[in-house]
């Protein structure tokens, strides 16, 4: 799944480039998109009670952004368990495809009072398409 981020003035540091904590911002606009797409909102998750708390974040930075870039991110689901998960990021500029930066996130499937959530059971329509996402993304 490819998901466009606009590089925003505010987001630029005293240098006149994107500031490198966006990124990490960006990944995550770029995973709630990827659940939209997979046709399972993360709104959806949470109205179940389920959270997904990010256990590690993870970017490498190739080139810079500056102000006004359009930023293809390209999300993958690269693991997936039922309780913890991994998606990987490839951030390009959308004209010349340039990567600006790669990274990956982990996450995991919480009840809201803190103890794991049984996916395959609670929400099996997600863990059927997460199974099938990893399936496609591989």
Same mark, same amino acid.
């Given at each position: !799944?490819? &998901?466009?981020?606009?590089?925003? @003035? @505010?987001?630029? +540091?005293?240098?006149? $480039? ?5 990124? $990490? #911002?960006? !990944?995550?606009?770029? #995973? $709630?998109?990827?659940? +939209?797409?997979?046709?399972?909102? @993360?709104?959806?998750?949470?109205? %179940?009670?389920? !959270? ?7 970017? +490498? @930075?190739? /080139? ?14 690269? /693991?997936?368990?039922?309780?913890? &998960?991994?998606?990987? &990021? ?15 996130? #982990? ?19 997600? &863990?059927?398409?997460?199974?099938? %996402? ?5």
């Amino acid at each position: !799944m490819e &998901y466009i981020h606009q590089a925003q @003035y @505010y987001e630029t +540091d005293q240098m006149g $480039i994107i500031h490198h904590s966006n990124y $990490i #911002r960006w !990944m995550e606009e770029a #995973r $709630i998109a990827y659940m +939209d797409e997979m046709e399972f909102p @993360y709104k959806t998750v949470e109205e %179940a009670g389920i !959270m997904s708390p990010v256990l590690g974040v993870q970017c +490498d @930075y190739k /080139s810079m952004t500056r102000f006004g870039d359009r930023i293809c991110i390209e999300v993958k689901l690269v /693991s997936f368990g039922g309780l913890k &998960y991994e998606l990987s &990021y490839v951030m390009r500029d959308e004209k010349t495809g340039e990567v600006r930066a790669v990274g990956s996130s #982990r996450h995991c499937y919480l009840r809201k009072d803190g103890h794991p959530a049984n996916i395959k059971k609670e929400l099996p329509d997600l &863990y059927r398409k997460m199974a099938l %996402a990893l399936e496609t993304d591989s």
